[in-house]
């Protein structure tokens, strides 16, 4: 067994125009200054993290990790969430999500994934000058508008976008191969990835690609109903990130999954910072622990109610009160009496 690392805390929720939320070294010291041992960094905006820079220059890059490391900080993994959900958007979705990229490819979807692309190309080559092994990202949708079947699904067209999702993804998985780096798609809701069956369907569409990874959040499974404990059972040897985000399910006779278009402090299923939501992280921590996993334990803050400050500082104890420092011995060893092969087979009668 392996004991967790942590606790790390994912910055996207934190970074802001102020101090000390506004460069990486300022906010990366605050993580320390309250508890935290790592960092997980989003790549979206080059004036925190440069990731072009840090995919065509090692140097860049240790000198990221070099400064973190003079206040307490290690790199946790990068995120390339927003440009990740960018690799595969229904045209429905493109003015939304046409934030999500830089001014000179907006209203050009081709020039938009390639773009998104790319930057994939660069995490997988930043990881690896930053010796990560885990990566963090969104699959992206072609078939989320389809989620519920009314109108019914024409027969195919689910196999379909998963074939298109996979014809994407995999010369990015390949090269995150080359890297040595295992590509983490979180489960998400308005990702074509946002349950286990659909895991398995794009796992089925890429031959089970080796570095087509899980990144492991609770928060999003509880919210559909998913066993999330069991779900650690099924894909424990893909699972290779970890989120730890907490969320509530309050069902009434108004409101269920759907929210019913409620801002998320009304919804029936809202995010909640550490201990305050119906997660049992108990049995997850142990569960992970007991499946070997290697990977760090991150806060990802998201609450409707609670300050973000207060939530981090709560989180980091939290985390570091629930990780497993697993044993190097059997509780029984004391009673143990010592046996060969020969004592073996004459207990058995043989």
């Known amino acids: ?9 994912f910055l996207a929720q934190f970074l802001g125009d102020s101090a000390p939320y506004n460069d990486l070294l300022s906010i990366s010291e605050w993580a320390s200054s309250i508890g935290f041992k790592g960092v997980q960094i989003p790549t979206s905006d ?4 440069d990731l072009q820079k840090a995919a065509e ?13 003079e206040v307490g900080i290690e790199i946790t993994e990068l995120s390339t969430h927003l440009q990740g959900q960018l690799i595969a958007v229904h045209p429905a979705y493109d ?21 998104a692309t790319q930057q994939l190309i660069y995490a997988a080559q930043a990881s690896a000058n930053l ?3 885990e990566h963090a990202t969104f699959s992206g949708s072609l078939l989320w508008h389809m989620v519920y079947p009314w109108p019914q699904r024409p027969s195919g067209v689910v196999e379909t976008g998963f074939k298109e999702l996979a014809k994407r993804w995999i010369p990015i998985l390949n090269e995150f191969d080359r890297n040595g780096v295992d590509l983490c798609y979180e489960i998400h809701p308005g990702e074509d990835l946002h349950d286990g069956i659909s895991y398995e369907r794009f796992l089925e569409a890429t031959d089970s690609h080796p570095r087509a990874c899980l990144l492991y959040d609770p928060s999003h499974l509880l919210l559909q109903g998913i066993d999330y404990l069991s779900y650690i059972d099924h894909y424990h040897e893909r699972i290779k990130m970890f989120h730890v985000k907490d969320a509530e399910f309050n069902p009434d006779g108004k409101q269920g999954v759907y929210g019913g278009y409620s801002s998320w402090i009304e919804r029936a299923g809202r995010f909640r910072s550490l201990g305050d939501g119906q997660v049992d992280f108990k049995s997850i921590f142990s569960k992970l622990a007991a499946y070997d996993f290697n990977g760090w334990a991150v806060m990802e803050w998201e609450c409707a109610l609670k300050s973000s400050e207060v939530g981090a500082v709560e989180g980091a104890k939290f985390i570091r009160e629930h990780i497993i420092p697993v044993t190097e011995k059997a ?10 092969e020969n004592f073996n087979r004459n207990i058995l009668g043989l």
């Open 331 to 340: 509780f029984d060893d004391f009673a143990a009496t010592g046996t060969d």
């Open 131 to 133: 010796g990560l092994t």
């Open 1 to 9: 067994m392996k004991t967790l690392k942590g606790p790390g805390i």
């Open 46 to 49: 080059p004036t925190i993290f």
């Open 57 to 69: 220059s090692k140097t860049y890059a240790q000198e990221v990790q070099g400064q973190l490391k």
């Open 95 to 115: 003015q939304l999500f046409d934030g999500f990229a830089p001014t000179e490819v907006r209203n050009n979807p081709k020039a938009r994934t390639e773009w």
